[in-house]
């Protein structure tokens, strides 16, 4: 029986050893033992989505030190549209609510459900996307590219980092559906679904940090 089916047959997945195999128990013999294999792999994932946090907290680190280094170059009070940015961010988060729902429909076992949520994630993921492109290209029009000021060079960095996060999201989850269609509900795969809703989870988090500390703070007076 693998991890993912013993962890179905159970509520209780702080059970462990005897007294029952839930989805997140120990799996060896007597008192405690090895853990299973999807509690292995959402640890390790949790360990790449701290570095990339990290990563992410040199971006915000150097968007603090150049936000005011903009060469005589626009403002980001002159740049930002908070409308714009509004509509991505109710994107985003309602995206991390349907991929939750798509979440329980894996705990039931519903692959229309499933797919259903799986697919109204990506398109308001694509949606939060296709605002992100069109605010670079307009500021590309507008000469406000990456190389008009050290201002600029740090906000398209944090930012784009964020929307190329966003893109890999989109092509893991579409690869994820496709595998799902054809294979259904294997335990390697509902492992990747969990790593991905951590992902996109991250992903709300770190957006939440741009909004407020990018754009509400850079708009301001």
């Known amino acids: 029986m693998s991890d993912i089916t013993a962890g179905s047959a159970t ?3 702080h059970r462990s050893g005897g007294h029952g195999h839930g989805l997140f128990s120990a799996t060896g013999h007597g008192k405690g033992g090895p853990a299973s294999k999807f509690v292995t792999v959402a640890y390790g994932f949790w360990i790449f989505l701290l570095s990339d946090i990290i990563m992410f907290s040199a971006f915000f680190a150097s968007f603090a030190v150049l936000s005011k280094a903009t060469a005589g170059g626009p403002t980001g009070k002159e740049l930002f549209e908070l409308t714009r940015v509004a509509a991505q961010t109710g994107l985003l988060l309602t995206s991390s609510f349907t991929g939750g729902l798509a979440t329980l429909a894996t705990h039931r076992r519903s ?8 697919l109204v994630t990506g398109l308001l993921g694509a949606a939060f996307l296709f605002l992100e492109v069109q605010e670079f290209v307009a500021m590309a029009h507008e000469n406000a590219g990456p190389s008009r000021s050290a201002f600029l060079s740090a906000f398209f960095a944090l930012v784009g980092c964020h929307g190329t996060h966003v893109g890999l999201g989109l ?7 496709a595998q799902l ?5 294997r ?15 991250a992903l709300d988090i770190i957006w939440i940090a741009i909004f407020t500390l990018v754009y509400l703070l850079g708009a301001s007076p």
């Not at 092509?171 to 559906?177: A, P, S």
């Not at 269609?181 to 509900?185: E, M, R, T």
């Not at 335990?187 to 989870?201: A, V, Y």
């Open 171 to 177: 092509l893991w989850l579409g690869t994820m559906m």
């Open 187 to 201: 335990p390697d795969l509902l492992r990747r679904l969990h790593c991905f809703g951590l992902f996109w989870h």
């Open 181 to 185: 269609w054809v294979k259904g509900f």
């Open 11 to 13: 509520r209780d997945p």
């Open 111 to 118: 692959l229309p459900a499933t797919q259903f949520w799986l």
